[in-house]
């Protein structure tokens, strides 16, 4: 079955430090998505992209934030500059054609790790 | 107006029980509830969803019962067994747009499921 894969699954970086989160999203899908959990809390949205542009973000997604679809099958999500808070589980999500805002389809996630 | 309101925040039935967690949305214009369940580790995973159109929607033991005019929605596990142990997150969402529409999670349910 089709997957999202999510590199790399832990990261850990000093406060300040630059990270990259990389996603390999189901391949025919269409819409993205960057979603983050801290330990044991609700699932809050980041970030949705379609077309190569942001449809939607949070208020969490700053200007320290952004995503990039560099190619035809990746998705990444870049920290410019981390605080201790950005530590949490972040995932990606895709869903297919005609299908958004529904169907999401969750990576396993990258444990962001900020000391 | 976008939240979706979860409870309880943890459960513990004893094998063969019925589980019932229960959702509760302001936003009318929502048109797509589903239920993730998330094992530890692992990102969030589609379990069943509905529409509001429709009052009740079964896939074996799982079944969404849905309430438009209380703004509510639940879901039921028949016959729970140890292996349905897992974090539930009700959602909501607005679909039918050509943007990359969010998916709103409640704030999660811890279920245990007692031998």
């Known amino acids: 079955e089709p997957e999202v894969t999510q590199t790399p699954s832990h990261q850990v970086t000093q406060m300040g430090q630059e990270v990259i989160l990389r996603c390999v999203p189901i391949?025919?899908?269409?819409?993205f998505y960057w979603y983050r959990q801290i330990l044991g809390q609700k699932v809050e949205f980041l970030v949705s992209?379609?077309?190569?542009?942001?449809?939607?973000k949070s208020e969490i997604f700053d200007d320290q934030f952004s995503v990039e679809r560099p190619d035809g099958s990746n998705f990444t999500l870049k920290i410019r500059s981390t605080k201790l808070e950005d530590s949490a589980m972040y995932f990606c999500?895709?869903?297919?054609?005609?299908?958004?805002?529904?169907?999401?389809?969750f990576g396993s996630g990258t444990q962001l790790s900020v000391l | 107006q976008q939240q979706v309101k979860q409870s309880p925040q943890s459960l513990i039935v004893q094998k063969g029980g019925i589980s019932i967690i229960n959702c509760a949305y302001e936003?009318?214009?929502?048109?797509?509830f589903p239920w993730y369940q998330q094992f530890p580790g692992k990102g969030p995973a589609l379990l069943i969803a509905?529409?509001?159109?429709?009052s009740e929607k079964k896939e074996g033991r799982f079944t969404i019962s849905f309430n438009k005019s209380a703004k509510q929605f639940s879901l039921h596990i028949m016959d729970s067994q140890p292996g349905d142990s897992a974090t539930y997150f009700c959602?909501?969402?607005?679909?039918?747009?050509?943007?990359?529409?969010?998916?709103?999670f409640g704030s999660g349910t811890r279920l245990s499921i007692r031998p």
């Open positions: 999500a895709s869903s297919e054609p005609g299908h958004s805002g529904e169907k999401l389809f």
């Open positions: 391949s025919n899908h269409l819409y």
């Open positions: 992209f379609y077309n190569n542009e942001i449809s939607e």
């Open positions: 936003n009318t214009a929502f048109d797509y």
């Open positions: 509905i529409r509001p159109d429709v």
């Open positions: 959602a909501a969402s607005f679909t039918g747009y050509s943007s990359a529409s969010k998916i709103i």
